[in-house]
């Protein structure tokens, strides 16, 4: 299993970024698919969720509204789109997958908001 994320980076507040999670290793289409961040200092939180066929996602509140996370099965990647970006969206995103109970993660993409 392999889970490499790509598009983090520094944007203003208020801005945007699409993060990918590209997967390998396992049948993609039937897994549901999660993004988390750690932020410096932090623990680790749950920032969406998204199921096996995409018709089903959920969000943690402090994103709620600002972000979306979607899938290409056809693509084997997941994403998310971040907007209104603030402050304390600060963190390394990182990509999970859970298959029969081990718990598969990309070494996450940094992004950095700051004005």
């Known amino acids: 299993v392999q889970l490499v994320e790509s598009g983090g980076g520094l944007v203003q507040p208020g801005g945007s970024l699409r993060l990918s999670c590209a997967a390998s290793?396992?049948?993609?289409?039937?897994?549901?698919m999660n993004w988390y961040r750690q932020a410096p200092g932090k623990g680790r939180e749950l920032v969406a969720a998204?199921?096996?066929?995409?018709?089903?996602?959920n969000y943690a509140d402090s994103v709620k509204g600002r972000f979306t996370i979607s899938r290409d099965n056809g693509k084997n990647t997941v994403y998310l789109q971040m907007t209104s970006l603030k402050l304390e969206d600060t963190a390394v995103y990182s990509c999970?997958?859970?298959?029969?109970?081990?718990?598969?993660w990309g070494r996450g993409t940094q992004v950095t908001v700051s004005s």
């Open positions: 999970k997958v859970r298959i029969r109970w081990n718990d598969y």
């Open positions: 290793g396992f049948t993609f289409s039937d897994y549901p």
């Open positions: 998204i199921s096996n066929t995409g018709r089903s996602t």
